[in-house]
């Protein structure tokens, strides 16, 4: 029988987290029958114990498909997306966080859209905000709170830019890797263009041209996925704001050339970073940083000087902004 589904894990020194990940799949695995879902381990040199841990699943899970590879050294997470993803063999394919795991309906739920009359070539679903120690945050909702479950034909322009007003964060354009599904055949279509490495969002080197061409998204208004709170994967406060900006800003030059559907994609940056939060930022880096880095960031993306006057004047205030918020702002929300 082939292989239905791969899951395919891309990870750095998270063994802890990796262990409740791969235990929480191969319990739903065993409840799908054999030989439809494989996992894919793509090791980015890890200095902890994830090499044992993947070899002793392998032993102890004869019956399931489990493919191994360790890097032979540290090459950032962008190439350990490129190499975890063609490791695929599946008809479709997954790319999980490692410390991410799945719902206890996930991919029973994935299997039966597969096999349903829905016609689709990437299903994307909700994500739920746990705890580090799993208790429930909040449930993350990508499109309109309005939108229901539906498919979107990227083969018709409008289709696609109203897809993109329709998304109220990041998640919405891909941003989260474990909540889209997509046909592995993107892997093998879509030659990987390697200036994405870097932006830290090279998998959509991928996604968005294979889409683009024409393909069909199933929106799913599950929440099929818990993504952990609160762990340092690429900095946080100002700095992720930034690495935002600045990722989906190269994203939009290089996908979006001669095509004005852009202006719509960028805009979801708006709802994922709003005033509040780059004031919040504003307050916190110093004058070069904002004026060198942000600024001209904000600019490009289509914030315009009123908004942007607007955050400099009242993160300037200081009686309000400079004195003691802006200690606390330094102390709790930034680190």
Not at 68 to 85: C, F, I, S, V
Not at 199 to 221: A, D, E
Request: hydrophobic share 40%; net charge negative.
């Amino acid at each position: 029988m082939s292989i239905v589904l791969s899951v395919c894990i891309p990870t750095y020194n998270r063994a802890e987290y990796l262990k409740y990940n791969v235990d929480k799949l191969l319990t739903l695995i065993k409840g799908l029958g054999p030989n439809q879902v494989e996992i894919c381990v793509s090791n980015n040199d890890s200095t902890d114990h994830t090499e044992a841990l993947i070899k002793n699943y392998i032993t102890d899970n004869p019956d399931i498909r489990i493919i191994y590879n360790k890097n032979e050294t540290n090459l950032g997470p962008d190439w350990n997306y490129h190499h975890a993803m063609n490791m695929a063999s599946g008809e479709y394919s997954i790319l999980l966080g490692d410390d991410d795991y799945f719902a206890d309906n996930a991919l029973t739920r994935i299997f039966e859209l597969i096999n349903s009359d829905i016609e689709f070539d990437l299903l994307l679903f909700n994500k739920s905000l746990v705890s580090v120690d799993l208790k429930l945050i909040k449930k993350t909702s990508y499109l309109r709170e309005d939108i229901g479950s539906q498919v979107f034909d990227f083969s018709n322009p409008l289709v696609e830019k109203y897809y993109y007003t329709l998304c109220r964060t990041l998640g919405g354009v891909f941003s989260f890797i474990s909540s889209l599904v997509y046909k592995t055949e993107a892997i093998r279509l879509i030659e990987f263009d390697e200036s994405f490495i870097g932006c830290i969002y090279s998998f959509l080197g991928y996604t968005f041209p294979y889409l683009k061409g024409g393909r069909k998204l199933f929106f799913l208004n599950e929440y099929l996925i818990n993504c952990r709170y609160g762990l340092p994967s690429f900095g946080s406060g100002y700095k992720r704001i930034f690495l935002d900006l600045k990722g989906y800003s190269f994203l939009k030059e290089k996908l979006f050339v001669n095509d004005d559907a852009g202006i719509e994609f960028i805009n979801v940056l708006k709802y994922e970073w709003p005033l509040n939060h780059l004031l919040q930022a504003y307050c916190y880096m110093d004058e070069n940083e904002w004026k060198l880095t942000f600024r001209p960031l904000l600019l490009n993306i289509g914030w315009n000087e009123e908004d942007i006057s607007f955050i400099e004047k009242i993160g300037s205030t200081p009686n309000l902004y400079q004195s003691k918020f802006k200690q606390k702002l330094k102390k709790l929300f930034f680190k």
